[in-house]
């Protein structure tokens, strides 16, 4: 099921755009919906979003009676930067909630998981406000899966920040200001984060520093560091690497 993220005009919007951010939805039957949801941001470094790490999650979570939507925002690529990304990933959240009743969600109960840039965009929001500055308005979890936190060297994914902060990519202040580790207060939700040890692309110490701010300041999080994988391996489910299993009873203990 397809739902436009923005009805009418656009914010942030460039002249050349012809593409609707929209949600692609997927409902569990409600005889087997935990009345829980997760909104997908794909990875693919602003660049694209890859299917493996958007609609595969989908499926996946679905299967757990989990409701779950893959937010296909706008892109650096396409020429558009912050703030458009992060508009279209906080309207995602507002109009999950706002069709709680419709598709059998509880609307206190909405997570996000992201991957590689996704997981990205992702920690801005468990880690910020929308641009209202509603307070209370995060996500209630997050799943961050071989993650991009930081925008600072040597931590940073080059591909992923120049597509962020476009013209501002060498600013050490943008650079420091979206760098989720930076950003972490008592407000973060509990997280749950993988990354395997020997990704060439995104380093693992990008994880580790997020779990490490995490744990400082006293919030709920759970660390997987797998010995071996590729980055953007999405449900790895053929090379024997089990993260949803451990996902799926991380995320039925929180509620999920």
Known sequence: MRVDLWDGSVPHALSTDDVMPHLDVHLPPREHA????????????YTFLSEKSGVQYARWLATEGIAAAVVNFRLGSAGHRHPALLADAWQALALMRSHAGAWGIDPE?????????GAHLGAMMLTGSPPDGSAGARPALGVLCYPVISMNDPLAHTETRKNFLGDHA???EYRTRF???HRI???????FVWHTLDDEEVTAD?????ARAMHGAGISCELHLY?????AIGLARNRG??????CTRWLHDNGF
């Open 34 to 45: 935990t009345g829980a949801a997760m909104l997908v941001f794909p990875g693919g470094a």
């Open 109 to 117: 109960r909405i997570g996000v998981i992201g991957s590689s840039a």
């Open 241 to 246: 690497l089990h993260w949803t299993a451990d």
């Open 170 to 172: 060498d600013d050490e």
């Open 179 to 181: 760098s989720a580790e």
């Open 227 to 231: 010995q071996s994988g590729p980055h």
């Open 206 to 210: 990008n994880a580790t520093t997020f």
């Open 185 to 191: 207060d008592e407000r973060v939700p509990p997280c």
